[in-house]
């Protein structure tokens, strides 16, 4: 079983600050996902990286993959309020033909304060 | 564009009972699967389908049956309801060769 571990398991601060969350992994994957889930609703799609070192970046987060794609980290500058909710990352493993399987981590949950 | 719907939202249940928790989904994904979410436990896969008629178990399976008679539709049956099974239920759907999933806004069980 490949496990995603992702740190840190808690995070609150105040607006304007900067923050890493980081999904470590000694497996490798195809991609990795990052997804971000507000209360009471399902998760969100924020963006895949798939080649080893790429970098992405959405606004005011960041996201790298590592380059042996086994772990990623998000980096969010000057945090909003609008930024809390629980940070998830997938990783994809082909599990045969055009098929692949996700597993997660168990999340950050992120809490900015205004 | 509704995405993948799930109902009902919430549920109570008493131990023993028996229901269905309904997943749709109108993007036309031949994978589909379900997830429970609990505190401390992250998102477990309970069963999945990679296309109609075609469905095998996740991590979690046990006390749940699924079927998937149709593209759309990915049903969710409890035949036996038992308080561990008190979870947020998470219907996903993906595009076959495609990693990015699209979840339903969950349905929250309570077994009592």
């Known amino acids: 079983t490949q496990l995603l571990e992702q740190s840190p398991q808690f995070l609150s601060i105040q607006e304007g600050e900067n923050l890493t969350v980081y999904c470590n992994s000694s497996?490798?994957?195809?991609?990795l996902q990052w997804y971000r889930q507000e209360p009471g609703e399902g998760p969100v799609l924020l963006v895949t990286v798939v080649t080893g070192g790429e970098v992405k970046k959405l606004k005011r987060l960041t996201f790298q993959f590592g380059d042996a794609r086994k772990d990623s980290s998000l980096h969010i500058t000057a945090a909003q309020p609008g930024d809390t909710g629980l940070y998830l990352c997938a990783g994809a493993r082909n599990s045969g033909g055009s098929n692949y399987k996700l597993t997660f981590g168990k999340g950050t949950l992120l809490t900015v304060n205004p | 564009n509704a995405g993948v719907t799930q109902t009902p939202k919430f549920q109570v249940l008493k131990t023993g009972q028996s229901m269905t928790l309904q997943c749709a989904q109108d993007?036309?994904?031949?994978?589909m699967s379900w997830y429970r979410q609990d505190p401390g436990m992250g998102l477990r896969l309970i069963h999945y389908s990679v296309g109609a008629g075609i469905t095998d178990q996740g991590e979690v399976p046990n006390g749940y049956n699924v079927s998937r008679s149709t593209t759309e539709d990915f049903p969710l049956r409890l035949l036996s309801a038992a308080p561990s099974q008190t979870s947020v239920y998470f219907c996903?759907?993906?595009?076959?060769?495609?990693?990015?999933?699209?979840f339903g806004q969950g349905t929250r069980l309570t077994v009592v």
């Open positions: 993007m036309n994904h031949e994978y």
């Open positions: 497996s490798v994957f195809s991609s």
């Open positions: 996903a759907s993906r595009r076959q060769g495609r990693t990015e999933a699209f």
